[in-house]
């Protein structure tokens, strides 16, 4: 049985994702059945524009993002190579944006997890 991921952004295991303060202004967290995800979008946060991304809330774009405050700073000072953003296309106009701190664990899980059927794409392009 695959491992699990966990971060304090998001939570994965086999059959859901857990976003972590994502209900403003309750900080509640969000769960979603892996098998509503169609399509998954990720890119570094250094190399994501800021116009895709808001700090928390509904961006300029058809996203809704969790939490994460340094999200606006990323391209300021890098934390790391490793930090992305994350946006999951459950049809229709309920696409979810987030973060994770180690995109690469992250992503090796979420290949374990979800569908064949689902299209992963490494730039955010909503």
């Known amino acids: 049985m695959p491992q699990t991921y966990s971060d304090p952004f998001v939570s994965v295991n086999e059959s859901t994702i ?3 303060n994502y209900h403003m202004p309750s900080r509640r967290s969000r769960q979603i059945s892996l098998d509503r995800v169609n399509i ?30 340094k999200r606006a700073f990323a391209k300021l000072k890098p934390e790391s190579a ?3 953003n994350v946006v999951l296309d459950l049809g229709g106009n309920d696409k979810i944006g987030f973060t994770v701190l180690d995109i690469d664990s992250f992503m090796e899980r979420m290949r374990d997890f979800l569908d064949y059927h689902v299209v992963i794409v490494n730039k955010i392009n909503v």
């Open 18 to 20: 857990e976003i972590h």
């Open 40 to 69: 998954l979008f990720f890119e570094e946060q250094n190399l994501s524009k800021l116009s895709y991304t808001r700090v928390w809330g509904r961006g300029y774009g058809p996203v809704y993002w969790s939490l994460d405050i």
């Open 82 to 84: 490793l930090r992305a």
